[in-house]
C-alpha cells in the first residue's frame, strides 16, 4: 500500500510521538491528534461523537491510521476494573476506528496488548482471572471485526516497552519498582517476557502500514529476556545496588494478596489481578518469535533493523524514572 499521509490517533503519548517521527522520516504525511494537541490537532477523541471524528479525520484526507490510544495494563482505575477498559479499549476504540473509516481512511493499525496473544494459547484462562486482558481480547474482536476491502484492520500485539516521553515520568517507577520501595532486596518469580523499544514500535507501525494484512494479529517481539535479568538491568541503570532473588510463584501469590485487599480498601482495582499474576503470567515465559513479525511486515524492505538490544532504552527509562539519582552528572556505567 502506498502512503501519501496518515493519522495517528494519540500523536503526542508514548508510542504516538516516535510512531510520527517514524513515518515523516520516511517522507509521509503526518496529522497527529491527540488531547494536547501539541504540533497537531487538539481534540477529546473519547469524548467526541462519531460523526463528528469522521468529519474531522475526512478533512485530513489520509490513507491510514495508526491507533495508539487507551490505557495499558499499569494503570489503576476504580473498581470495577473492566468497566473502566472496557469502556476505552473496546467501545472508544470502536468509535474511533469507525469514523476513521467511515472517512476513506484505508488501512487502520491497532496498538494492542501481547496478553492478548497469550490469553489465545490459553484458551481464554488469562481473561477469566484479568479485567485488562479481557478487554484486550474483545477489542481484538470487534475492532478486527470491521475489517474490509475497503478498510483494512491490524493489530500490532506489543510486549513490555521502554522509552521516554518529553517531559514525562514512565510508568515503570510508580505501577512496578515502587512496590519493592523499603525492601532490602527484590524478590521476582521464574519466568520471563518479550521486550521493545518505542523506536522499535515506531518503525513496525510504518511496515504495518504499508505491507499489514486485514484481520490479521502481529505479535511484536524484540528481545526474550527472564523477569530476573530484566530486574537486573533495571536496577543497575536506576544505580539500586539491590539483588535480585528467585521466589516460588505460590509464595509471591501469598503476598500479593495484601496488595489486592490495600487496592480494594481504597476503592480500586487493577487490570491485572496481582496474585493470578504471580502464578499465571510471571511464572512464565512469555517468549515470542520477533523475526516471524518482522517478515510478515517485510521490515527490512521499509530499511529498518530489527530491536535486539534494550539496554540502551532501559537506560534512558532508568533515567527518567529517578532523576534525582544522576543530578551529579556521574558517568553511567556500562552493564
Not at 26 to 34: A, E, Q
Not at 64 to 93: H, N, Q, S
Not at 107 to 127: P, R
Request: net charge positive; hydrophobic share 40%; aromatic share 10%.
Amino acid at each position: 500500500m502506498k502512503l501519501n499521509k496518515v493519522i495517528i490517533a494519540g500523536g503526542t503519548g508514548f508510542l504516538g510521538a516516535p510512531a510520527a517521527q517514524a513515518f515523516e522520516k520516511k517522507g509521509i504525511g503526518v496529522c497527529k491528534v491527540s488531547l494536547s494537541g501539541g504540533d497537531g490537532i487538539k481534540a477529546d477523541l473519547f469524548a467526541a461523537k462519531e460523526e463528528e471524528l469522521a468529519a474531522l479525520f475526512g478533512g485530513v484526507n489520509a490513507d491510514a491510521m495508526i491507533y495508539a490510544l487507551g490505557p495499558d495494563d499499569r494503570v489503576m482505575p476504580d473498581a470495577p476494573a473492566y468497566e473502566f477498559f472496557y469502556g476505552k479499549l473496546v467501545e472508544g476504540a470502536e468509535k474511533i476506528c469507525l469514523a476513521a473509516k467511515r472517512s476513506g481512511v484505508k488501512k487502520i493499525v491497532v496498538l494492542g496488548s501481547y496478553f492478548a496473544h497469550f490469553n489465545a494459547l490459553s484458551g481464554g484462562k488469562l481473561e477469566k482471572r484479568h479485567p485488562y486482558i479481557r478487554a484486550r481480547a474483545r477489542q481484538e474482536e470487534r475492532l478486527l471485526a470491521l475489517s474490509d476491502e475497503r478498510c483494512a484492520v491490524c493489530v500490532l500485539q506489543l510486549p513490555y516497552i521502554f522509552g521516554v516521553t518529553a517531559n514525562r515520568t514512565p510508568l515503570w517507577r510508580e505501577s512496578f519498582l515502587s512496590h519493592y520501595d523499603g525492601y532490602k532486596s527484590v524478590f521476582i518469580t521464574r519466568g520471563g517476557t518479550a521486550a521493545t523499544t518505542a523506536e522499535g514500535v515506531a518503525e513496525l507501525c510504518v511496515a504495518a502500514a504499508v505491507y499489514g494484512e486485514g484481520g490479521q494479529r502481529y505479535p511484536v517481539g524484540g528481545v526474550n529476556l527472564t523477569y530476573k535479568e530484566l530486574l537486573e538491568k533495571m536496577l543497575f541503570y536506576a544505580k539500586d545496588p539491590r539483588k535480585v532473588h528467585i521466589v516460588p510463584a505460590w509464595i509471591a501469590a501469598i503476598g500479593a494478596r495484601g496488595i489486592m485487599r490495600a487496592y480494594a480498601a481504597a476503592g480500586k482495582e487493577p487490570g491485572l489481578n496481582p496474585s493470578a499474576l504471580m502464578t499465571q503470567i510471571q511464572n512464565r515465559c512469555f517468549y515470542l518469535d520477533a523475526a516471524k513479525t518482522e517478515r510478515a511486515l517485510h521490515l527490512a524492505e521499509c530499511g529498518f533493523k530489527p530491536v535486539r538490544e534494550i539496554d540502551e532504552s532501559i537506560k534512558i527509562t532508568m533515567r527518567a524514572c529517578y532523576p534525582e539519582r544522576f543530578e551529579n552528572g556521574e558517568k553511567d556505567r556500562n552493564i
